[in-house]
């Protein structure tokens, strides 16, 4: 996308750009697919099983003391196996591998609010940084007409030596400062790309924020029901107990049927005038139990162990809803400072203007002095960048909430991506699938590189609007 385009960007097109291309997120739903995967693996422990071999052999040197030897034989042998009996292993790590799939479901849900998050961040650090350039080239603008109008003033004895020196180190601040501000934009728009995957241009101010709650514990209710985080704890503590009964089916009893049949043709090199000796056939049918006596400690050990995998799982879910609530209410509590902030500062620059006015009126009957301006203009620009700082924090601060609450997915932005991607559809295409040549294609890159975007500048559109 080139800077000189009259396309304006839009929040929601920059998440939907997102959500269609950021590696992080496309690799997270490859991750999820081989996930799905473990489901069909582990009913493949309770299916049949068909094993075939086959041979061709040739007699180089005969025995000596063999008569009947073949010079030759051709044989072929297939079992049948179905298990009928486990244990319960087989159940229960179906289970525990459709449990997980529950679980990275939550992840991927976390990790697209995740990503999300960041676009927002990045969108809006675009903006406000922007915004502090266009701030700091008008003061840089307005400090040259300053120390020109100065530099007359000196000229003709109205001000002194020392009035020109402040205005021109004044000067020199500003346009570090300056430097700097375009050095965090070009920062913010390459943060921009890599996560989009284009340049931000002529971004659009973001809508409003929905679902926002009225109270910290309001939304922590809400984060308990519906983070991502939370859910995927609960489901991997589910399946670290389905873990825990898999392992102790180890030491019960396993029953499978079987069938088998051979067939061993000679090819007419074995020496016998038997009738029909040069073949010979056989199959055979049955049921066999096995019963673990003893295996050397090995099935205790993986149970003790899963259990206290599943101790830890448990933990973890404690760890997590801790984290959460603690996010959510740190996420609150900064969004509405950051309201504060935002109406404090709109009066710091009301006043800073109204100052600056003031100054500059005053020096022009001799009451005030060129530093007093100087520093007047320095508090107009410093406030109008606090101002838009707490605006872009506010913002993000909002958004960290609505994550937090696992609300900021999505289901819940309305994004202008098509259709939305859904885990399920692949789960459902191979939880069932049995064939062992069903492969998929080979897989092709989904998200976008940026290897062909240009550098970025500190370029701004003329214009933009000042607190």
Do not use: C
């Not at 500003?174 to 920062?187: F, G, H, M």
Request: charged letters at 20%; hydrophobic letters at 40%.
């Amino acid at each position: 996308m080139s800077s000189g385009a009259a396309h304006a960007e839009t929040l929601q097109g920059a998440l939907a750009k997102a959500y269609r291309s950021n590696p992080t997120l496309t690799g997270a739903r490859a991750g999820q697919r081989a996930t799905d995967e473990n489901v069909p693996i582990q009913k493949a422990s309770g299916r049949p099983a068909l094993d075939a071999t086959g041979s061709y052999s040739e007699s180089i040197l005969k025995p000596t003391i063999s008569f009947t030897s073949p010079q030759r034989t051709l044989s072929a042998n297939a079992q049948l196996s179905v298990p009928l009996y486990t244990g319960g292993s087989v159940r229960n790590g179906i289970q525990a591998a459709k449990t997980r799939v529950a679980a990275g479901q939550a992840d991927l849900r976390g990790t697209e609010a995740s990503v999300f998050s960041q676009v927002v961040a990045a969108y809006m650090d675009v903006i406000r940084n922007a915004a502090v350039v266009s701030l700091n080239q008008a003061n840089v603008r307005a400090l040259e007409v300053n120390l020109q109008a100065t530099g007359d003033r000196f000229e003709v004895g109205d001000v002194t030596r020392t009035d020109v020196a402040q205005s021109e180190s004044r000067l020199a601040l500003a346009r570090s400062d300056l430097q700097n501000a375009e050095a965090n934009l070009i920062t913010a728009r390459e943060n921009y790309i890599a996560l989009v995957g284009e340049a931000p241009d002529n971004l659009e101010p973001p809508p409003p924020l929905p679902g926002l709650p009225a109270t910290p514990d309001s939304a922590v209710q809400v984060a308990l029901k519906d983070n991502p985080d939370i859910l995927a704890a609960k489901k991997l503590r589910e399946a670290q107990h389905f873990d825990v009964r898999a392992a102790k089916g180890t030491v019960l009893p396993t029953v499978s049927a079987f069938t088998q049949a051979g067939y061993t043709n000679y090819l007419d090199t074995l020496t016998s005038s038997a009738t029909g000796s040069q073949i010979n056939k056989q199959a055979s049918a049955g049921v066999q139990l096995n019963i673990p006596f003893y295996q050397g400690g090995r099935p205790a050990a993986q149970v003790r162990r899963n259990q206290a995998l599943e101790s830890q799982a448990l933990e973890r879910e404690i760890e997590v809803e801790r984290g959460v609530i603690a996010q959510t209410r740190s996420a609150y509590a900064s969004w509405q400072a950051s309201l504060e902030s935002i109406q404090s500062n709109q009066k710091a620059v009301d006043a800073a203007n109204l100052s600056l006015e003031g100054v500059r009126a005053e020096n022009s009957v001799g009451s005030r002095t060129i530093l007093d301006i100087l520093n007047a203009e320095q508090e107009a620009v410093n406030a109008k960048v606090q101002l838009v700082t707490a605006r872009r924090n506010a913002y993000v601060a909002g958004f960290s909430l609505l994550a937090a609450m696992g609300h900021a997915e999505a289901d819940d932005l309305n994004l202008e991506a098509g259709t939305l991607y859904d885990p399920m559809v692949n789960y459902d295409r191979v939880k069932g699938k049995w064939f062992d040549w069903d492969f998929d294609p080979a897989p092709k890159v989904q998200s976008t590189r940026t290897v062909d975007s240009p550098a970025q500048n500190a370029n701004v559109a003329p214009g933009l609007a000042q607190p």
